[in-house]
């Protein structure tokens, strides 16, 4: 299955592909005592090893079956992760518009002068390809 084509994480999936992100190739137990750390009510063991076998199969996470206990790494990293969500975000939110997505992102979360910059960098960049 080529990454492109796999299919969209949900919001419990994400939580376990961000600390697989963070701190890389990982056993459950590992990730389920970061994740227990992490949340404000804590989740059982069998529910986080049921969430990784759900991953394994949606092809979101590959599980090395040569040592025990199984270590799991995620199959595509985080940037392209998100580029996928925030396409798909744009088309069904607000209808393929980048400049939507952009001003409702401003207007719903202040952004800092750095992170300002970076967004008149890149529309720069933007504005150069189309010349």
């Given amino acids: 299955m080529k990454s492109k084509n796999l299919p969209r994480p949900t919001e419990t999936e994400l939580e376990i592909l961000r600390v697989l992100w963070k701190h890389g190739a990982s056993t459950v137990r590992q990730v389920h005592q970061i994740l227990n750390r992490e949340r404000e009510s804590e989740v059982g063991y069998s529910t986080t090893l049921k969430m990784f076998q759900v991953l394994t199969q949606k092809g979101l996470v590959e599980r090395d079956e040569t040592v025990r206990p199984q270590i799991y790494s995620p199959r595509v990293p985080q940037e392209q992760?998100?580029?996928?969500?925030?396409?798909?975000?744009?088309?069904?939110?607000?209808?393929?518009?980048?400049?939507?997505?952009?001003?409702?992102?401003?207007?719903?979360?202040?952004?800092?002068?750095?992170?300002?910059?970076?967004?008149?960098?890149?529309?720069?960049?933007?504005?150069?390809?189309?010349?």
């Fill in 81 to 131: 992760t998100q580029k996928q969500l925030v396409k798909d975000l744009l088309k069904r939110a607000f209808g393929g518009s980048p400049r939507q997505l952009v001003m409702h992102a401003l207007s719903a979360e202040e952004a800092t002068d750095e992170e300002l910059e970076q967004l008149e960098q890149l529309l720069d960049k933007f504005e150069e390809k189309k010349k």
